[in-house]
């Protein structure tokens, strides 16, 4: 057996190393992170292969002195705190003073720093955890690090890293994360050579959710803001229409950090609870700001778990505060039918009929004219170009102001051409403000003042109701509007405990295995609260002599065995879910079919109390119930319009 033998300080940084510095990606959010807590406000990250090779993060923070230099690389060595007391007012993003000291013991790394009072910058080198000399260099304001060769010494942790586009995809991915928790902090990341992201520093979250995830999923947003028990909750939910069929697009930051948490992910779906089908998930940016004392963030090197001192109230007040936005804003989806148009402007075949033009010319002069999508190069001059009378002309400003500065600082060895501008972000620039005012807060559609104001047209495959209000053309499915109604009214009844039973003729006798029976034996009282009326018939046998006054002529015997098996999985832990969920079967089984052919008062009624209800724009599995075609939609396709 080997004798117990203290490690050496070398292979105990390399050691350690692998817990902060698992891939490219921790290198770059370490450093982006440093860069944050110097009061950076312009940061450019360039990396090549990946990352694997180079590395290299600029900032326009508060520098570091000389003397410091050699220190920032030691083990523990950090300016965030002094003692345990300083975690529980914690605001900066790092604080355990490992990073450098990790990143330096498996790569290269040189560092280039001036503080904005110094005369001259100072270059200082470390290779694998052995310290070089400081020099001095001229340097702008602020820190340029570059790590290359990364795991160059641990050969056993470089052959478990993945290829050099996953790896920079998940940096790509990381830098994503960074611009959304940080709006106010102009973001630029270059891969190869190839501008990848990059935002301005405006602090407007919808610019950046526009630039990262383009027009499509910013048009679909709502503003959230909320704040109660010493929680504030800002930021952005995506509508139904954008739902994702995984949780890659839940975007949390808790005091603007990104975060994964088990307890906000479900606050959050559970806000949608209504809103989405099964097995599909929102889109969202949210903010989280708390007191650091309610909180602990070091749970792991990464910061990313988090530990909440009270979760219910975590809770609570995001599931409400999402519930609250989606309520107040109109959901109804709006249907594109031509989703291939590739321009602006369509081309010369699709002209409009000559007794069209002169209103078409009348709606031209309140509409830009599209730019040219030629490229010049991004000089001091040729920004004038965006100098035009907008509205908000500071906006347009900020729109800017970062462009000068994000590549000051550059390693004296490696320069990054700035890339071209195309004629067409002008353009982008105005589409961007369009798609702000599409999120600002219209009528809701859906409303008993709006029910006196629009008009039925009918049935379509005795399966879908067309009716008109203003400017749009609705569609309702008739079996997901008529669920959404007799859910609602059940669950009222149900809440209230009035109880509306038919007794059927003759009985309904139902034959039980042992652990059915033993589930009817403990949900009994449940049964007979939604109707159902059960008497023994001898052994596990029983006779249902009622059932909910809706489903009677229904396929009573089929949902009563469904409920009863929902409640054998589930348990009494999660009994008022399992309930919704039981009147959510029974109002599927009580609601008219597609396919069935109804009257028009029939379809009047349902519409009728639809339009009361809080929130009718999904049935209780989450289809939609109702979705518009614009009048201008419809123009645009019949080619009265071009635009």
């Known amino acids: 057996m080997n004798r117990i033998q203290v490690l050496d300080n070398n292979t105990i940084d390399k050691i350690a190393a692998g817990e902060v510095v698992e891939c490219p990606a921790s290198v770059v959010k370490e450093l982006v992170e440093n860069a944050i807590d110097a009061g950076a406000d312009a940061i450019t990250v360039e990396i090549k292969s990946g990352g694997i090779e180079y590395i290299r993060v600029t900032d326009n923070g508060c520098g570091v002195e000389p003397e410091d230099m050699a220190t920032a690389f030691l083990r523990h060595a950090t300016s965030k705190i002094t003692s345990i007391d300083d975690l529980n007012s914690l605001h900066s993003m790092g604080f355990r003073g490992e990073a450098l000291a990790s990143i330096a013991s498996v790569s290269h790394v040189t560092m280039i720093s001036k503080t904005k009072d110094a005369l001259m910058g100072h270059r200082f080198e470390i290779d694998g955890g052995v310290a070089g000399e400081l020099t001095e260099i001229g340097a702008p304001d602020g820190t340029t690090i570059v790590a290359t060769h990364l795991f160059y010494n641990v050969p056993v942790r470089r052959k478990f890293l993945k ?23 102009s973001f630029k990341f270059v891969s190869n050579g190839k501008n990848q992201i990059f935002t301005n520093g405006a602090g407007d979250l919808h610019d950046v959710i526009y630039r990262i995830y383009g027009r499509e999923m910013a048009r679909e947003t709502i503003p959230v803001s909320y704040e109660k028990d010493g929680i504030r909750i800002d930021g952005y939910l995506g509508t139904p229409a954008i739902n994702r069929p995984n949780r890659n697009f839940e975007n949390y930051f808790l005091n603007n950090r990104f975060i994964k948490s088990d307890v906000v992910a479900k606050s959050l779906e559970d806000g ?49 505060a999402v519930a609250e936005a989606l309520h107040d804003h109109e959901m109804i989806p709006e249907a594109e039918l031509d989703k291939d148009r590739r321009s602006i402007r369509p081309e010369i075949s699709e002209a409009p009929e000559p007794f069209e033009n002169k209103r078409i010319s009348d709606i031209a002069k309140t509409t830009d004219s599209p730019a040219s999508d030629q490229q010049v190069p991004l000089t001091k001059e040729n920004r004038d170009i965006f100098s035009v009378d907008f509205t908000d002309t500071e906006a347009v400003v900020k729109e800017f102001r970062n462009s000068d500065n994000s590549d000051k600082i550059e390693d004296p060895n490696d320069k990054v051409n700035d890339a071209p501008v195309r004629f067409k972000d002008l353009r982008d620039f105005t589409e961007r403000k369009a798609v702000q005012m599409e999120i600002l807060p219209k009528e809701r559609v859906i409303s008993a003042n709006a029910r006196k104001r629009y008009e039925l047209i009918g049935q379509v495959f005795n399966t879908y109701w067309i009716f008109t209000y203003e400017d749009k053309l609705y ?9 959404k109604v007799n859910y609602e009214r059940m669950l009222a009844n149900y809440k209230e405990h009035k109880v509306y039973k038919q007794q059927t003729s003759p009985p309904i006798v139902i034959s039980l295995s042992a652990e059915e029976d033993e589930t009817l034996q403990k949900f009994r009282d449940y049964f007979d609260e939604l109707g159902f009326e059960i008497n023994d018939f001898g052994g596990r046998e029983y006779a249902i002599h009622t059932v909910p006054l809706d489903l009677y002529r229904k396929d009573a015997k089929t949902l009563f065995m469904e ?3 929902d409640l054998r999985l589930r348990g009494i ?40 209800l809080n929130n009718p724009y999904h049935c209780p599995h989450g289809r939609p119930t109702i979705f518009s075609v614009s009048r201008t939609e419809l123009e645009r396709k019949f080619k009265r319009i071009v635009n």
């Open 475 to 483: 569609f309702a499915d008739q079996h997901a509007a008529h669920e």
């Open 163 to 185: 290829s050099a586009a996953a790896e920079g995809g998940m940096i790509g991915e990381l830098m994503e994360h960074l611009a959304l928790s940080r709006p106010d902090i």
């Open 573 to 612: 832990k999660d009994t008022p879910d399992v309930i919704e969920r039981v009147i959510a079967s029974m109002a599927c089984k009580a609601s008219v079919k597609g396919g069935d052919a109804i009257s028009r008062e029939q379809m009047d009624t349902v519409l009728d109390e639809l339009l009361t």
């Open 272 to 320: 949608y609870s209504g809103y989405t089908m099964q097995h599909k998930f929102p889109f969202c940016v949210i903010s989280i700001e708390m007191s650091p004392d309610e909180i602990d963030v070091n749970v792991h090197p990464s910061k990313m778990d988090v530990r909440f001192h009270d979760r219910e109230n975590v809770y609570d007040n995001l599931s409400q």
């Open 563 to 565: 409920i009863l098996d």
